[in-house]
């Protein structure tokens, strides 16, 4: 019985030891199926129950977002190992829609896809792959990061975010680690370096203008095709070149375009016919000296020395003497037609650089005020430059002026209240005493002034011109009268033949005259200032008058004249003065009756003797006229000071019409109210 029991648990040994044996071997060889892996096969399995056997077998911990349900399915043919079971674990939650965010070395945390981007992420981003949620910076060197941002946002999931930073100029990617690789490599293609150079291509024959819009429009419609633009063509017309930007390879086919456009031409296509139409200058007195620089511009085309002498090479004073009368079309007209021959006379050259080219000529029409320009095309350009250049609006400057005469202690008064300071003034021809007053009101008011003076009893106002001129051209207003004056006689004598004595006489102007030349640069204004004071002196006991009432043919006149040239900031009030009058009044004071008793009369009178010093004065207040609106608030302001004194005189006197108010609208009776001129 005991050696039957024996025998079953030998029995039974043999058969358990096997199984121990396998089961060690197992344990030891355990480590080596792990990393070879095993094959799974889970249908329609909860997402909990698969996070479990991914967590045991990759040794992370998972935080599952509460918002996370549902089943997945996960088959593999071949065993796999911790690694790729993680990758195939987070395409599958992909799949879904969620995502796996990692949030420390060992933790992940599943949450949906869409609020991946709010959830916190780890700033290391160690070794993301596959669906990770990531953020990635992708530094842009050579484009604008943020003219990628429209053309990368279709190329991520709605979910995913693309945004751009300015400042830093870089690219802020955040999606799954594989959409977030894929774009982050396209940006790198992308942001490459632009090997375009720019290049400038002078022309010998053609415009800029012209060759640019040619070649624009072949540009044009090579872009319609959809072929993109690899290069760019700008013209630069004042060196008559062209400017191309883009690759090597495109800039030599433009160059070689642009060398069989700019060709010489020949025959009767050699210059070019042009109209240009003047605003400002006047063609008959501009043609010459446009004339002149053609002249010049072919004379260096050609290698030859410009011409320094001759009918086409006037003196510098006589050019400028033209630009400035054109504007005013104040010339002589020998001058004029001297000039204009001069500028319809060819310019002839023989050298084999122009031999294909006639002779430029300029031609002035008065009735249209043009310049007919014959001439090559690239000194046709430059000739029309010039003009656009010099036939710009010419500035007008208004001269208001005071001309007063005051007393030394009136001088005195006024200096301090006006404030005056010294400056620098050129002057010359001054007649009488003249002491250098100047000075300058800065920013003053002219109406200001205006009232000071006519509130000084003593000062005598002799006259306020106001007068406007053109820039560097010279205006002038006079008052007063004209006299005759005896310039000669013829009286007869001896016997003989009868004959009538006679007197020749001439008129002359007894005025007060301010002539002004102003000459603006900026808001400066220089000034060539010449006023002169030509009255006569009445004779006291009234000797010297005609039955008519007029001086007599001799009179006595006092001359006062300031001739200075003065620069002063616009606005500004200029003060001359110092020409000084010695006057002596005589007169007697006596007891009436008494003081006409013969021998005995000087006992009741006394003799007065007044001497006094008389200055003249003249404010003179410049005003730069540039635009439109200067004028109306000009031509306002003396239109408002009229319309104030005829309101006082219609309050003083009960009577009188107004002029309406400024910028009112006036109803004018017919003819001049019907809009169409119909009565």
Not at 281 to 297: C, M, Q, R
Not at 379 to 399: C, E, G, N, W
Request: charge should be negative; glycine fraction near 6%; charged fraction near 15%.
């Amino acid at each position: 019985m005991l050696k039957k029991i024996a025998h079953s648990v030998l029995m039974a040994a043999c058969l358990v030891m096997p199984c121990f044996a396998a089961q060690g071997q197992h344990a030891v060889a355990s480590p080596k199926v792990v990393s070879q892996g095993q094959t799974w096969n889970l249908q329609d399995v909860d997402i909990a129950t698969v996070v479990n056997e991914v967590s045991r077998e990759t040794g992370k911990n998972f935080i599952i977002d509460p918002r996370v349900s549902g089943k997945i399915t996960i088959v593999s043919s071949k065993p796999m190992n911790a690694g790729e079971l993680y990758q195939v674990f987070t395409d599958a939650l992909a799949v879904q829609g969620y995502s796996i965010v990692s949030v420390g070395p060992k933790t992940d945390k599943i949450v949906p896809s869409q609020f991946a981007q709010t959830t916190l992420i780890n700033a290391a981003q160690r070794m993301a792959q596959g669906e990770q949620i990531v953020v990635n910076v992708v530094p842009v060197q050579n484009i604008s990061a943020e003219q990628l941002v429209p053309i990368l946002r279709p190329l991520l999931p709605s979910w995913a975010m693309v945004s751009a930073y300015v400042p830093t100029n870089v690219i802020i990617l955040s999606g799954s680690a594989n959409d977030v690789s894929h774009v982050a490599q396209i940006v790198r293609k992308i942001d490459v370096t632009n090997h375009s150079k720019y290049e400038v291509v002078p022309l010998h024959y053609a415009t800029a203008k012209d060759v640019a819009n040619t070649l624009n429009s072949l540009l044009s419609a090579t872009r319609e095709t959809g072929a993109p633009q690899l290069i760019s063509i700008a013209p630069d017309t004042r060196t008559n070149s062209i400017i191309l930007s883009g690759d090597e390879i495109q800039r030599i086919r433009m160059r070689i375009l642009i060398d069989a456009l700019d060709a010489q031409p020949k025959g009767s296509q050699a210059n070019d016919v042009n109209i240009v139409h003047l605003h400002y200058l006047n063609a008959l007195k501009f043609a010459p000296v446009l004339s002149n620089v053609a002249e010049a511009s072919m004379a260096l085309a050609a290698g030859k020395p410009i011409p320094t002498s001759g009918a086409n090479a006037p003196s510098a004073s006589t050019a400028m003497q033209a630009i400035n009368e054109s504007k005013t079309g104040q010339s002589t007209d020998a001058t004029a037609s001297a000039n204009t021959d001069s500028a319809v006379s060819n310019t002839s050259s023989s050298d084999d650089n122009s031999a294909a080219y006639a002779s430029p000529m300029i031609q002035p029409e008065v009735n249209s005020n043009s310049l007919i320009i014959t001439a090559p095309p690239a000194l046709l350009h430059t000739l029309k430059t010039i003009i656009t250049q010099l036939d710009v609006r010419p500035s007008q400057v208004l001269v208001e002026a005071a001309i007063v005469e005051l007393s030394a202690e009136d001088l005195q008064r006024l200096g301090v209240q006006f404030g005056s300071v010294p400056s620098q003034v050129s002057s010359e021809g001054a007649t009488a005493s003249f002491q250098n007053f100047v000075g300058i009101i800065q920013n003053g008011s002219w109406k200001w002034v205006i009232s000071a003076l006519q509130n000084d009893t003593n000062a005598n106002i002799l006259s306020t011109p106001s007068v406007m001129a053109l820039n560097n051209h010279q205006a002038m207003i006079s008052v007063g009268k004209q006299q005759g004056v005896t310039s000669g006689s013829y009286v007869t004598s001896g016997s003989g033949s009868s004959s009538n004595p006679f007197q020749t006489t001439q008129r002359t102007n007894f005025d007060l005259s301010l002539t002004v030349t102003p000459q603006v640069t900026d808001q400066l204004i220089q000034m060539a200032i010449d006023q002169q004071d030509n009255r006569i002196i009445p004779d006291e006991n009234d000797a010297g008058k005609s039955k008519d009432g007029e001086s007599d043919a001799n009179p006595t006149t006092n001359h006062t004249e300031i001739k200075t040239s003065v620069l002063v900031n616009n606005g500004d009030i200029l003060v001359l003065g110092g020409l000084i009058d010695d006057d002596d009044n005589m007169g007697v004071e006596k007891i009436p009756l008494l003081g006409d008793i013969p021998l005995l009369g000087h006992i009741f009178s006394y003799r007065t003797k007044d001497h006094n010093k008389k200055n003249l004065m003249m404010f003179l207040h410049p005003v730069i006229i540039n635009a439109e609106g200067t004028a109306n608030q000009v031509t306002g302001s003396r239109y408002r000071y009229v319309r104030d004194l005829q309101l006082a005189w219609q309050q003083e006197n009960g009577r009188g019409t107004p002029l309406p108010a400024w910028n009112t609208p006036v109803q004018l009776p017919k003819p001049f109210g019907d809009a169409h001129g119909q009565q």
